[in-house]
T-cell receptor, first 115, second 118 residues
């Protein structure tokens, strides 16, 4: 069975500083990995995905994530945080056990960027 | 990018009544649609998966007679919460996936519907 862990409930960072939101996964076979962002009372917005190819994936709003197979991680990063980046971030995975058809989400990490 | 809409965005209903939530893919054909439920400060819980023209597949623990899902066309799926109770109050999010080159692995999410049962 596929699973995703986001070890931090909340990440606090000052505006202008780099940010990292952690994600690790457990799957059978090669994973398809995703990051989504959710603003209050809104649905999820797609940020980026890793299917294959370069381990460093660049996405929307200046975010990027690095796929690390040996550490089974897919951490989300941004070089310089903005106050407007404050939101709830979800890591998600699809794998072979579900026929790559079902997204499994982590519990989410609240990112708070202070001015 | 692809857009998924939901209607209504908020609904308040009395206990015992039924509520229908619509999910539409606006600029693509969604062969598969998903319905999620999200409790405050928690992750999304998949309720069911539906393919156009066939019965929905419900996740374990989700009552199919209470949460009726209809995926009648390639652009519309509906979730009806029957005989709603206060414990059904939640944020319901639909998602749609298009089949085809470039989109096979991506799901697009609606803005969600806040249901409050009084």
């Amino acid at each position: 069975a596929q699973s995703v862990a986001q070890p931090e409930d909340q990440v606090n960072v000052a505006e202008g500083n780099p940010l990292t939101v952690k994600c690790t996964y457990s799957v059978s076979g090669n994973p398809y990995l995703f990051w989504y962002v959710q603003y209050p009372n809104r649905g999820l917005q797609f940020l980026l995905k890793y299917i294959t190819g370069d381990n460093l994936v660049k996405g929307s709003y200046g975010f990027e994530a690095e796929f690390n197979k040996s550490q089974t991680s897919f951490h989300l990063k941004k070089p310089s945080a903005l106050v407007s980046d404050s939101a709830l971030y979800f890591c998600a995975v699809r794998d072979k056990s579900s026929g790559y058809s079902t997204l499994t989400f982590g519990k989410g990490t609240m990112l708070l960027v202070s001015p | 990018g692809a857009v998924v809409s939901q209607h209504p965005s908020r609904v308040i209903c009395k206990s015992g009544t039924s509520v229908k939530i619509e999910c539409r893919s606006l600029d693509f054909q969604a062969t598969t649609m998903f319905w999620y439920r999200q409790f405050p400060k928690q992750s999304l819980m998949l309720m069911a998966t539906s393919n156009e023209g066939s019965k929905a597949t419900y996740e374990q623990g989700v009552e199919k007679d209470k949460f009726l899902i209809n995926h009648a066309s390639l652009t519309l799926s509906t979730l009806t919460v029957t005989s709603a109770h206060p414990e059904d109050s939640s944020f319901y999010i639909c998602s749609a996936r298009a089949e085809g080159a470039g989109d096979l692995y991506e799901q697009y999410f609606g803005p969600g519907t806040r249901l409050t049962v009084t």
